[in-house]
């Protein structure tokens, strides 16, 4: 069956670098945009990165932008989410979504309709 599964998330200080990981199942995975949100504890899953399926284009959140890296190895069916200069705010459960043939719109969470189960990420000060 479809299936994404994260991994790679910690307890890591500020200023700390972690790479997270996503590997799919089930699909034909070259042919998916994939992107990374996060939730923290009482507020709302927000976008955090996305890569295109056809050219790689990559899109990110402000609050990330220049600390943040996402990649995909098509081979391994595998995106990642190489994070650097952590801080205590990026502390947060870190989920990866797929969307078959995804042109824009990769900033909502309607826009993908398969889910990991998250990994938890937290930076302590």
């Known amino acids: 069956q479809v299936q994404l599964v994260e991994s790679g998330g910690g307890l890591v200080q500020a200023g700390d670098s972690l790479r997270v990981s996503c590997v799919a199942s089930?699909?034909?995975?070259?042919?998916?945009?994939m992107a990374w949100f996060r939730q923290a504890p009482g507020k709302e899953r927000e976008f955090v990165a996305a890569i295109s399926w056809n050219d790689g284009s990559t899109y990110y959140a402000d609050s990330v932008k220049g600390r943040f890296t996402i990649s995909r190895d098509n081979a391994r069916k595998t995106v990642y989410l190489q994070m650097d200069s952590l801080k205590p705010e990026d502390t947060a459960v870190y989920f990866c979504?797929?969307?078959?043939?995804?042109?824009?719109?990769?900033?909502?969470?309607?826009?993908?309709?398969?889910w990991g189960q998250g990994t938890q990420v937290t930076v302590s000060s």
């Open positions: 089930g699909l034909f995975f070259s042919t998916y945009a």
């Open positions: 979504a797929a969307r078959q043939y995804l042109r824009g719109t990769y900033y909502d969470t309607a826009s993908f309709h398969i």
